[in-house]
T-cell receptor, first 115, second 118 residues
Framework: ELKVEQNPLFLSMQEGKNYTIYCNYS?????LYWYRQDPGKSLESLFV?????AVKQEGRLMASLDTKARLSTLHITAAVHDLSATYFC???????????????FGKGTLLTVNP | GAVVSQHPSRVICKSGTSVKIECRSL??????MFWYRQFPKQSLMLMAT?????????EQGVEKDKFLINHASLTLSTLTVTSAHPEDSSFYIC??????????????FGQGTRLTVV
């Protein structure tokens, strides 16, 4: 059974600070996704990481993937209040036919950025 | 990106009644859609995989007779919660993968349905 572990689960930080959220997973996969969820809302896609060494950046967020270590990171640079949300990583299991099987999600990181 | 539309966004129903939730892929075809349930302050848990033209695949512990899934076309999957009880109150989210660049794919999510059973 695929396990996806995210840490920390709760993160309170001040504006202007940097921090990293970690996502470890237990199976060989080269497809990892990061999502943002605001209270009462559905998921918003942030990053799609599809190969070892992939690095993507959007604004103050940067995500990377190391498939050998089975680790992805979401780095926050100079946090602002608008980044307050819950962040999920998810790993894609691929079936024997090479098609998407299903996503398994981490527990999520509740990020609170304080002024 | 691709759009997945889910309806209704919010529904309140009485115990014992049934509720249908629709999930549509608006600008792409989806042979497979996924239904998730999310309880407050928890992560998303996959309930079932909806397969166009065939039976859905349910995750362990999910009652297939209670959560009926129909995927009658390449753009529509429905989830019907039958004989709903208060413990079925939750946030239900559907998703579908949109293929691009060959086998590379990205999952898109519907807006979610907040079900409250009273």
């Amino acid at each position: 059974e695929l396990k996806v572990e995210q840490n920390p689960l709760f993160l309170s930080m001040q504006e202007g600070k940097n921090y990293t959220i970690y996502c470890n997973y237990s199976t060989t996969s080269d497809r990892l996704y990061w999502y943002r969820q605001d209270p009462g809302k559905s998921l918003e896609s942030l990053f799609v990481l599809l190969s070892n060494g992939a690095v993507k950046q959007e604004g103050r967020l940067m995500a990377s993937l190391d498939t050998k270590a089975r680790l992805s990171t979401l780095h926050i640079t100079a946090a602002v209040h608008d980044l307050s949300a819950t962040y999920f990583c998810a790993v894609d299991e691929i079936n024997s036919g090479g098609s998407n099987y299903k996503l398994t999600f981490g527990k999520g990181t509740l990020l609170t950025v304080n002024p | 990106g691709a759009v997945v539309s889910q309806h209704p966004s919010r529904v309140i129903c009485k115990s014992g009644t049934s509720v249908k939730i629709e999930c549509r892929s608006l600008d792409f075809q989806a042979t497979t859609m996924f239904w998730y349930r999310q309880f407050p302050k928890q992560s998303l848990m996959l309930m079932a995989t909806s397969n166009e033209g065939s039976k859905a695949t349910y995750e362990q512990g999910v009652e297939k007779d209670k959560f009926l899934i129909n995927h009658a076309s390449l753009t529509l999957s429905t989830l019907t919660v039958t004989s709903a009880h208060p413990e079925d109150s939750s946030f239900y989210i559907c998703s579908a993968f949109d293929s691009y660049f060959g086998s590379n794919t990205e999952a898109f999510f519907g807006q979610g349905t907040r079900l409250t059973v009273v």
